[in-house]
């Protein structure tokens, strides 16, 4: 897939105020940034711009403050962290927007950085107010997206914004992801298999559809595997259902086992518990003896050795959501497999596509993001582009000429 708008490498920064679109929505605990993940992630850009002479105005949301201010959801965590990480000082601006943050972003020099405070403190970004755009616009000269995780969202610092800018560029990082998922849709090696997880179905539905025509085997896991289940005519006790899903899985089921469209395997097995907790008891049985008191919180080995020569011989593996409830042992075992077979499939040569959130997180829980191919950061933003919906973040950006 050809990536047809503008990056950083062809817009001139010396001297110039870059404003960057960042997606630093990072988890805090304590007051401090517990996961850097995509701080890091974003490094590269902002030490080319850096390099180059740029001064850069950062901006980036956290967290879900429903438009109003919360102390707990401030970035000056962040910019703490940032300034460790780059080396070098991050001036932090109280507002996104107002006299105090123009003032910093004029007293920026070259190679100098500033991080606004968390833009959904301000009504207008989730809006994409036009009077919120105008006013981030003035902080910078030249305007760069590199949050590919907030990509799919109209929000004034991805698409107002960009009104007011002659030349919108996007980042290494947006640039990577775009290309990793890009050439995944467009012009896959094959054998190609796509892996789906997650609790519900609902929000993979498209990604099944968009999916299933150009991928060799479709697996499906997680608690939607069971909405699948129950429409192939298994009981399936206390685990989660999807009643209103039902018939959209039996056709998907059925077009399948019709030849039309990769052959979508399910669970043969599960791991059964009386409630979600950590280290209670459990039992693994087939998917025809789920009992009906209990709910199926993993897949079973039996599943994952089926599975394992299909994610062993494959070209390309996209893999988004867990086969269970990663977080609470003994419902991780699956989800901590799956991502092994992927990693040594990686190994010996295929791509390996991790389509961010909850796989991202379990992948770099157990440390082998470094042995995939590429992890996404934005979990939302690859789904909508896996279903094949263009993303506003990307279309605002500039094509090239």
């Given at each position: 897939m050809t990536f047809n708008k503008l990056t950083i490498d062809d817009i001139e920064v010396s001297g110039r105020r870059v404003l960057i679109r960042v997606d630093f929505n990072v988890p805090l605990a304590d007051g401090e940034v517990s996961d850097s993940t995509r701080i890091e992630a974003t490094l590269p850009t902002l030490r080319?711009?850096?390099?180059r002479g740029g001064r850069l105005v950062l901006m980036s949301h956290l967290g879900r403050p429903k438009g109003g201010i919360d102390p707990a959801l401030s970035l000056r965590p962040v910019a703490e962290r940032l300034q460790g990480m780059l080396g070098s000082p991050v001036v932090f601006a109280g507002s996104c927007v107002g006299e105090e943050s123009l003032e910093a972003a004029s007293r920026l020099d070259d190679r100098g950085?500033?991080?606004?405070?968390n833009l959904r403190f301000n009504p207008g970004e989730e809006a994409n107010d036009p009077e919120f755009s105008k006013a981030l616009a003035g902080l910078g000269e030249v305007y760069v997206n590199d949050a590919f995780g907030s990509a799919h969202r109209a929000h004034a610092s991805t698409v107002g914004v960009t009104r007011h800018f002659n030349q919108c560029a996007a980042g290494y990082l947006m640039a990577r992801e775009l290309e990793y998922l890009g050439n995944a849709l467009a012009d896959p090696a094959h054998p190609f298999v796509a892996v789906l997880g997650g609790a519900k179905i609902s929000g993979k539905i498209d990604v099944i559809e968009a999916l299933r025509m150009k991928v060799d085997h479709l697996l499906i896991g997680g608690g939607m595997a069971f909405t699948f289940l129950a429409a192939r005519g298994y009981r399936v006790g206390e685990s989660l259902l999807d009643e209103e899903r039902l018939d959209m899985a039996k056709n998907l089921l059925e077009a399948a086992e019709a030849g039309r469209g990769a052959p979508i395997h399910l669970p043969v097995d599960v791991v059964v518990a009386e409630k979600m907790e950590p280290d209670v008891p459990y039992q693994v049985v087939p998917v025809d003896a789920i009992p009906?008191?209990?709910?199926?919180?993993?897949?079973?080995?039996?599943?994952?050795?089926?599975?394992?020569?299909?994610i062993g011989s494959a070209q390309t593996i996209v893999w988004n959501g867990p086969l269970g409830v990663f977080e609470i042992p003994p419902f991780n075992a699956a989800t901590v497999e799956l991502a092994r077979m992927i990693a040594d499939a990686t190994d010996r040569g295929a791509i390996s596509i991790i389509g961010g959130g909850d796989s991202a997180a379990a992948v770099a829980a157990i440390e082998l993001t470094d042995r995939?191919?590429?992890?996404?950061?934005?979990?939302?933003?690859?789904?909508?582009?896996?279903?094949?919906?263009?993303l506003p973040g990307v279309a605002a950006l500039s094509d090239c000429r």
């Open positions: 080319r711009l850096m390099e950085v500033m991080l606004l405070e009906g008191d209990m709910a199926g919180f993993d897949i079973g080995n039996a599943t994952l050795e089926q599975w394992r020569p299909m995939m191919s590429h992890v996404s950061t934005g979990g939302g933003a690859s789904l909508e582009f896996l279903e094949g919906n263009e």
